[in-house]
């Protein structure tokens, strides 16, 4: 079993716009844009990180928005609700807000003996806010105070059809199975960075979703560094798991594999982080692009990169 994980390291998923993108995030969240950069694999397109002040590792909800994207079809086979962790008894508040703001699909519920807000984004994207105790320093410059800001995932819910070897997974990669409620078992990583929890939601008469707008494209889990990234990807690899090289992504080091329930997974390293090329006070105002781009910076700026306005 592996101890090297320490919990998710970011979401990343899919949007059809990246101006009401980042409004959702910074405004109505409060949460920071910690970098402004480009997908690395199809660099005419933003990819847009937001989180704590220094994007943390466990903090970072990043998109990619391709431009009228059509919006996906949730089902089985993805990560359905992504949890972000608030103070206890704040749930009025963000009720509030989120109504006033227009945000769709408000749901009050309880799971695992946690009050959650569900709600979602601009495409549909599903997501909880998730009474917690919890001692993470949040960003609290977006217009939401210290008392009720967003401090960090809670959680990341898959949505499988047959949820056994994900589990097995999980196992492997060091959670623990801990509980259970109705369709959903709960796994923890010990010891985490406070983004402990993947819940898996085994719903075997539900169809596969279609990938669009809206949608988890992978979750990634958080190492120290890469010495730590290469035991991981031994591990998975002699275990039978078809494995990336390691992949440099600027500001952190990326591995993915296909999980058996369909689910992408990164293993993202902590370093070197997202003020490796801008100081942290200015974190994810400038377009930031990276070597292999950089030549490009000027057709990107004017055909293919709208403006984003702060
Ligand atoms: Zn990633």
Known sequence: MLTQIQGLHHVTSLASAAQSNNDFF????????????VNFDAPHVYHLYYG?????????????????????????GEVGITGFAVPKGTLPYWQERLAGLGVGDLSEATRFGEARLQFTGPDGDEFALIEADDDRVPWTHGGVGADEAIRGFHSASMRLKDGGASAELLKFMGYDQIDRDGDTTRFVVPNGNGANVIDIETLPGVSHA???????????????????????????????????????????????????????????????????????????????????????RQVLETKYLEPIAD
């Open 210 to 296: 279609d990938q669009g707008a809206g949608s988890v494209h992978h979750i990634a889990f958080a190492v120290e560094d890469r010495a730590k990234q290469l035991q991981v990807r031994k591990a998975l690899m002699d275990t039978g798991y078809q494995v990336t090289p390691v992949i440099d992504r600027d500001y952190f080091w990326a591995i993915y594999f296909r999980t058996p329930g369909g689910v992408l997974f990164e293993v993202a390293t902590n370093e070197p982080g997202f003020d490796r090329d801008e100081d942290t006070a200015h974190l994810g105002q400038a377009l930031r692009l990276p070597a292999q781009h950089e030549h490009l």
């Open 26 to 37: 910074t405004r109505t969240l409060g949460l920071r844009r910690v970098k402004k950069t």
């Open 52 to 76: 704590d002040e220094a994007g943390s590792p466990g903090s970072v909800m990043t998109y990619f928005p391709f431009p009228g994207a059509t919006r996906g079809r949730h089902g089985t």
